[in-house]
């Protein structure tokens, strides 16, 4: 008995095809793919399968992704190989592929890897527009830096977009919400010209004691979308800039805060949410210390709204701990208690045991995993909440 209990008639959908596991971006890389292996062994082990819809969705076709990409890109993406790639390459330079950090590597596969996430979101997105499911999840997709023509941050294809456009078919506003600990850019410019896409984004900013701002560098308060009256995106983004370190209670009650008032204002017909685990504590990339149950609280919050949502991945980069936030949030979904202990029969179960792995429990303590002071202080976010609140009297309907 794992505690299962299902008292909210919610029809949630999983849509995941395994085969996205088995890719590699490099050995040292921080995303890994092989975080959704444990992802899914955890959701397993605690039975989660029988209470939602499962789906292994095919992989997206070229014309599928030319929905947003432009084709000459998408040529290049299905024909690189690390064989083939010429670094000195204009194109490769050009396309995102260059650059001495490395973010976007070509690697074996990469093709069939972003096809098969966008196919998952897609999946997702049809589930919604079809009825069949109330919450659709797709943990392997959610990436939220790739722009039309350009790869970024580890991401390639931007399967967020693509789900989204799906759902404008039949949905007259769409709200995009983003917790994953960097700005979700590529998302909010893609619908910078429209007001039938509003993007609020939760994310790390500011600049570093090198000189270096934190990836991608963009998102500040005032960034609230192109400010002409005459371009109908005019105030359809909101950014929450947040310093190093922020706690569970100050994380949830701002996301309370801004969500609910953006969704009362804007009344979207559905929500996609980008639910990046490298807003927990301890996340090797991340900044922030919260817990499994505070990131969990936020899609909580979002579920209350009661309107159909596609929850998706993102960052993530302590694998353990990113498993065990999208298991409890996959729970969430279904309205599920799950137990601290995990079940003692799952397959790589030493990665979540000793100390130091979190003791074999679902819901470890992080902050004994702290590395960053928090540096915000309650009356600064009270501040970013009142300057929140005013660029919203700018979206107009
Ligand atoms: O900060 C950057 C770009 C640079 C990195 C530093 N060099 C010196 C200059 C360029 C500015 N990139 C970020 C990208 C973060 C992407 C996050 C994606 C998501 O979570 O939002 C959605 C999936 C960054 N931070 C850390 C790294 N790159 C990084 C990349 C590596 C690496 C270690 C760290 C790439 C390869 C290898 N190690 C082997
Ligand atoms: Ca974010
Ligand atoms: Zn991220």
């Given at each position: 008995?794992?505690?299962?209990?299902?008292?909210?008639?919610?029809?949630?959908?999983?849509?995941?095809?395994?085969?996205?596991?088995?890719?590699?971006?490099?050995?040292?890389?921080?995303?890994?793919?092989?975080?959704?292996?444990?992802?899914?062994?955890?959701?397993?082990?605690?039975?989660?399968?029988?209470?939602?819809?499962?789906?292994?969705?095919?992989?997206?076709?070229?014309?599928?992704?030319?929905?947003?990409?432009?084709?000459?890109?998408?040529?290049?993406?299905?024909?690189?190989?690390?064989?083939?790639?010429?670094?000195?390459?204009?194109?490769?330079?050009?396309?995102?592929?260059?650059?001495?950090?490395?973010?976007?590597?070509?690697?074996?596969?990469?093709?069939?890897?972003?096809?098969?996430?966008?196919?998952?979101?897609?999946?997702?997105?049809?589930?919604?527009?079809?009825?069949?499911?109330?919450?659709?999840?797709?943990?392997?997709?959610?990436?939220?830096?790739?722009?039309?023509?350009?790869?970024?941050?580890?991401?390639?294809?931007?399967?967020?977009?693509?789900?989204?456009?799906?759902?404008?078919?039949?949905?007259?506003?769409v709200l995009y919400i983003d917790i994953d600990v960097h700005h979700g850019d590529g998302v909010e410019q893609a619908f910078e010209s429209t007001d039938r896409v509003?993007?609020?984004?939760?994310?790390?900013?500011?600049?570093?004691?090198?000189?270096?701002?934190?990836?991608?560098?963009?998102?500040?308060?005032?960034?609230?979308?192109?400010?002409?009256?005459?371009?109908?995106?005019?105030?359809?983004?909101?950014?929450?800039?947040?310093?190093?370190?922020?706690?569970?209670?100050?994380?949830?009650?701002?996301?309370?805060?801004?969500?609910?008032?953006?969704?009362?204002?804007?009344?979207?017909?559905?929500?996609?949410?980008?639910?990046?685990?490298?807003?927990?504590?301890?996340?090797?990339?991340?900044?922030?210390?919260?817990?499994?149950?505070?990131?969990?609280?936020?899609?909580?919050?979002?579920?209350?709204?009661?309107?159909?949502?596609?929850?998706?991945?993102?960052?993530?980069?302590?694998?353990?701990?990113?498993?065990?936030?999208?298991?409890?949030?996959?729970?969430?979904?279904?309205?599920?208690?799950?137990?601290?202990?995990?079940?003692?029969?799952?397959?790589?179960?030493?990665?979540?045991?000793?100390?130091?792995?979190?003791?074999?429990?679902?819901?470890?303590?992080?902050?004994?995993?702290?590395?960053?002071?928090?540096?915000?202080?309650?009356?600064?976010?009270?501040?970013?909440?009142?300057?929140?609140?005013?660029?919203?009297?700018?979206?107009?309907?």
């Open positions: 008995d794992y505690g299962l209990e299902r008292p909210q008639g919610y029809n949630v959908s999983f849509h995941y095809n395994p085969h996205v596991e088995y890719h590699h971006f490099g050995s040292s890389h921080p995303m890994k793919p092989w975080r959704l292996t444990l992802t899914k062994q955890l959701v397993l082990s605690y039975g989660l399968e029988y209470t939602m819809d499962l789906y292994e969705p095919r992989p997206a076709n070229f014309n599928e992704l030319a929905i947003f990409h432009d084709r000459e890109y998408l040529s290049y993406l299905s024909e690189i190989t690390p064989q083939n790639a010429k670094p000195d390459d204009a194109q490769y330079i050009a396309y995102g592929f260059g650059g001495d950090s490395n973010d976007c590597p070509v690697f074996d596969g990469l093709w069939n890897y972003v096809s098969l996430y966008t196919g998952a979101s897609m999946s997702a997105a049809y589930n919604l527009l079809n009825k069949q499911s109330d919450i659709a999840i797709n943990w392997s997709g959610g990436l939220h830096h790739a722009k039309k023509n350009l790869a970024s941050g580890f991401c390639y294809v931007n399967d967020i977009v693509i789900a989204i456009q799906l759902l404008l078919t039949q949905h007259q506003r509003f993007t609020l984004s939760f994310h790390k900013y500011g600049i570093d004691r090198h000189g270096w701002p934190f990836f991608p560098g963009t998102g500040n308060i005032d960034e609230i979308g192109p400010k002409d009256p005459a371009n109908r995106g005019k105030a359809h983004s909101l950014n929450i800039p947040i310093d190093d370190g922020i706690d569970d209670h100050q994380y949830k009650s701002l996301f309370k805060t801004v969500t609910s008032k953006v969704v009362e204002k804007y009344n979207p017909q559905a929500i996609v949410l980008q639910s990046g685990a490298d807003s927990l504590g301890g996340d090797r990339l991340g900044r922030f210390n919260l817990n499994i149950k505070a990131h969990g609280s936020c899609i909580e919050t979002v579920k209350s709204f009661g309107r159909p949502l596609i929850l998706i991945g993102g960052g993530g980069y302590t694998p353990r701990n990113v498993a065990r936030t999208w298991c409890h949030e996959t729970a969430v979904c279904v309205g599920a208690t799950l137990h601290d202990d995990l079940p003692t029969h799952i397959p790589y179960l030493q990665a979540f045991q000793g100390e130091e792995n979190g003791g074999g429990r679902l819901y470890p303590d992080l902050h004994n995993t702290k590395r960053h002071d928090n540096l915000n202080t309650d009356p600064a976010l009270q501040k970013l909440v009142e300057r929140a609140m005013e660029n919203l009297r700018y979206m107009e309907g």
